[in-house]
């Protein structure tokens, strides 16, 4: 993602907004000011990332990976995540990850979790490419995971969202079944509304069906971290 000079702007304008019009920040000292700024940074920064995955065709999993803490909270649990996103591309060889603002995008397409055909069965081969990811998820504790099923073009729109939505489902259960908290796990199935390729190829209809996560960190992450822990 590029920062463009109007984002920059944004980002100044924002902090002086805040400074300017808030009586409790005027008065404040150095530190508790820095802060405020950290905060509005992070909401404008949180929000062009937001709209930058959106418009990549996923705009439910760019909402929750757009918002970010900002200051030097965000800054304590970026390091984790970026932390946590090496340890899944070195345990799962065949997942895509992405570091966005605070959190981690993992894809991972019909070769690495696959179900049976028209079916939310996973395979014994998504469940042992599963298994990698739970050891990473249980390794990390203090955050959330949202899991996003999809589909190709084949078949009507009710039958796509049904399975998507069943396909995540079996994910989530997967992982409670071994170990994971459903606390931390929301699932939605999108369908075919979000193609990273064309559907007119079997090719691209492959990549379309596939799994995504977006990994954010939950309260007690972003408490330490606004503590210094």
Do not use: W
Not at 73 to 97: F, R, S, Y
Not at 115 to 127: M, Q, V, W, Y
Not at 198 to 221: H, L
């Amino acid at each position: 993602m590029k920062i463009t000079k109007l984002n920059i702007a944004a980002f100044f304008i924002s902090g002086s907004l805040l400074l300017t019009s808030c009586e409790a920040v005027q008065n404040a000292n150095n530190t508790q000011k820095g802060a405020a700024i950290g905060t509005a940074a992070g909401a404008v920064i949180g929000g062009i990332l937001g709209n930058n995955i959106g418009k990549g065709g996923n705009a439910p999993l760019g909402a929750v990976l757009g918002g970010v803490v900002g200051g030097v909270a965000g800054g304590v649990i970026g390091n984790k995540m970026d932390k946590q996103a090496k340890e899944i591309k070195e345990t799962l060889p065949g997942a895509e990850v992405e570091r966005v603002g605070e959190g981690i995008k993992i894809t991972l397409h019909e070769n690495t979790v696959n179900f049976d055909f028209n079916s939310s069965n996973l395979t014994s081969l998504a469940k042992t490419n599963l298994d990698k990811l739970v050891t990473v998820l249980k390794n990390n504790p203090d955050t959330n995971i949202n899991i996003y099923g999809h589909t190709d073009s084949v078949g009507t729109d009710a039958v796509n969202l049904r399975i998507s939505g069943q396909r995540a489902a079996a994910v989530k259960n997967y992982f409670v079944s071994n170990g994971i908290s459903s606390s931390r796990l929301f699932t939605e199935g999108l369908g075919k509304s979000s193609p990273v390729a064309s559907n007119d190829t079997d090719a691209g209809r492959a990549k379309n069906r596939r799994v995504e996560f977006a990994i954010t960190a939950n309260e007690k992450m972003i408490n330490d971290a606004q503590s210094g822990k």
